[in-house]
Every structure is written in C-alpha cells, then in structure tokens.
C-alpha cells in the first residue's frame, strides 16, 4: 500500500523527535514496475531537502499528499517544503534529474518543480492505469 511505501522511503530522512514529515496518502497499491522508481524519486527529494531545504533546519517540515482521480484516471503526488531555508541560498542548485525525467517520464506523466518563497513544490501527475497495481481475483 502506498502509505507503507511513503513511510519506508523516508525513514532514513527523519530525525527523531522533529516531526518533520506530514503525509497524507491515498490508499492505493503501486505495482512494483513502478514503485522502484517512485521510491527513487522520493528519494532524490529528500535529499536534496536534507542538503539545501528544509529538512536542513529544526523547524523545516515537508508534506507529502497524494491524491488519486478516478474519473480523470491520474495519480497526483505533491511534495510541498515549508520553513527551510531562503530561496536564495538555493540559487545554484541542481533540479534533480530523477525528480525531472524520471517517474513521471518513465510513466508517460508530467512534473512541476517551483522553487517559492515558502519552499521547493514539486508535482507529479501519472496516468493511474500506469502505476496502479491490480488485484486479481
């Protein structure tokens, strides 16, 4: 389920007592083609946020939801950094490029990188039928 997988990928990240992770996940299955690369990509996410952003700081905090639209057939994950560091200090850092040309690429999708003042946002859209893992029956 993808509240696990969330859970696990950024366990490495967390520190203790700092609460600095809030995940608001829906609760679908991932099919294992995809759930390599979407662990690596949070990955990629949490490290850059361990080295620039906002888990650099005490009070820096990241949110990670995801929301599932049926009707559209999408898969929309967005990871939000809030209290990190100015967005100038930042100038010069890379985008990533498992974050830019890897899960959403991979998964025929698409990704948004904004650095705003409140913090790094990055979105995901994936068509749903792509990552979703079915269960037989």
Same mark, same amino acid.
């Given at each position: ?11 490495p =990240?967390?520190t203790?007592?700092? @609460? ?8 679908? $299955?991932?099919?294992?083609a995809?759930a !390599? ?37 999408t =898969?929309?994950?967005?990871?939000? @950094? ?8 930042? $100038? ?5 490029? !498992? ?13 948004r ?13 994936v ?11």
């Amino acid at each position: 389920m993808l509240p696990e997988l969330l859970k696990t990928a950024i366990e490495p =990240f967390e520190t203790p007592g700092r @609460e600095q992770f809030r995940i608001q996940p829906t609760p679908i $299955r991932i099919n294992p083609a995809a759930a !390599l690369p979407f662990v690596m990509t949070i990955n990629e996410l949490c490290t850059n946020a361990s080295k620039h952003g906002a888990l650099t700081v005490p009070n820096g905090r990241v949110t990670i939801a995801t929301k599932v639209n049926e009707r559209d057939g999408t =898969f929309h994950f967005k990871w939000s @950094e809030k209290e990190g560091p100015s967005l100038e200090s930042r $100038r010069g850092e890379a985008s990533g490029f !498992l974050i830019e040309k890897g899960f959403a690429e991979q998964f025929s999708g698409s990704t948004r990188m904004q650095f705003k003042p409140s913090g790094v946002v990055c979105e995901i859209d994936v068509p749903l039928a792509a990552i979703r893992q079915q269960i037989s029956t």
